[in-house]
């Protein structure tokens, strides 16, 4: 079972950007699918987006369509979020997750109750 670490969260400024990583122990990274969450205060874990083992998959949320990218690096045990054009309600701690995943990729992943694995998160504020 890996571990998930995230990092690069900050404070920027509307417009700005900002790329988080999340790195995994383990040696099977690889066969696990991946997904970003958030958390805004007061408010339900949301999905952001996810990734398949390959990444030859990916979905976003609406919310952060043609903004955010997902991507991973299964060489370095690492995903990626990487965030443009950020608003002040993008405010909120993001989670990465896992989930191996196997009976395939579907509907669930938007699911955060589907995902085995969580990572501490990491703040990300951005300012008017």
């Known amino acids: 079972q890996v571990q998930l670490v995230e990092s690069g969260g900050g404070l920027v400024q509307a417009g700005g950007s900002l790329r988080l990583s999340c790195a995994a122990s383990?040696?099977?990274?690889?066969?696990?699918?991946m997904g970003w969450f958030r958390q805004a205060p007061g408010k339900e874990r949301e999905f952001g987006a996810a990734?398949?083992?390959?990444?030859?998959?990916?979905y976003y949320a609406d919310s952060v369509k043609g903004r955010f990218t997902i991507s991973r690096d299964n060489a370095k045990n690492t995903v990626y979020l990487q965030m443009n054009s950020l608003k002040p309600e993008d405010t909120a701690v993001y989670y990465c997750a896992a989930n191996p995943a196997p009976g395939g990729w579907g509907t669930w992943i938007v699911d955060a109750e589907k995902y085995d694995i969580w990572g501490q998160g990491t703040q990300v504020t951005v300012s008017s």
């Open positions: 383990g040696r099977t990274f690889s066969s696990y699918v």
């Open positions: 990734i398949s083992w390959s990444g030859g998959k990916q």
